[in-house]
């Protein structure tokens, strides 16, 4: 079970237990439900550190293979393995902070390094998204 409200209101409560029968059900603070690691603040944080590892991950396994692939077959790579992985339940994006989506531009950023090839102080939002086509989490639409 989950207590979900402001963060004040949640901490002043601790931790609540109902009894039900012989069991009892404890509050806390996060669970995972299809995916999704909800926070009692509504803060996705955690689930979107998740869901970069997992992105950070594909790339970090696929770069000694980089050379080996044209520019539009690496685009192909990315957007078959990790825009999914960022796209999963992006609809909670749009209460997300700042910092939560800057996280997410930085995977994006790894990403448009990997596929265009270029050097960690290129340009950077102009191929993301008129090249490479991806929209970045602060259009609030789907990436």
């Avoid at 209101?9 to 909800?38: D, H, R």
């Avoid at 994006?93 to 989506?101: E, Q």
């Avoid at 596929?115 to 998204?129: A, C, M, P």
């Amino acid at each position: 079970m989950i207590i979900i409200g402001k963060p004040t209101v949640v901490k002043s409560l601790g931790t609540v237990s109902v009894k039900i029968g012989k069991g009892t059900i404890t509050s806390v603070n996060q669970i995972k439900s299809l995916g999704l690691i909800i926070d009692s603040e509504l803060k996705w944080l955690e689930h979107v550190k998740l869901k970069i590892r997992d992105g950070n991950y594909v790339l970090w396994s696929l770069y000694p293979m980089q050379s080996s692939f044209s520019e539009m077959n690496l685009k192909l790579i990315v957007n078959a393995y990790i825009l999914p992985v960022i796209n999963y339940m992006s609809i909670i994006r749009g209460t997300a902070n700042s910092h939560v989506k800057n996280l997410i531009e930085s995977l994006l950023r790894r990403c448009r390094s990997f596929v265009l090839r270029l050097k960690k102080y290129d340009s950077v939002k102009f191929e993301i998204t008129d090249k490479l086509k991806w929209l970045f989490p602060s259009t609030n639409t789907k990436l």
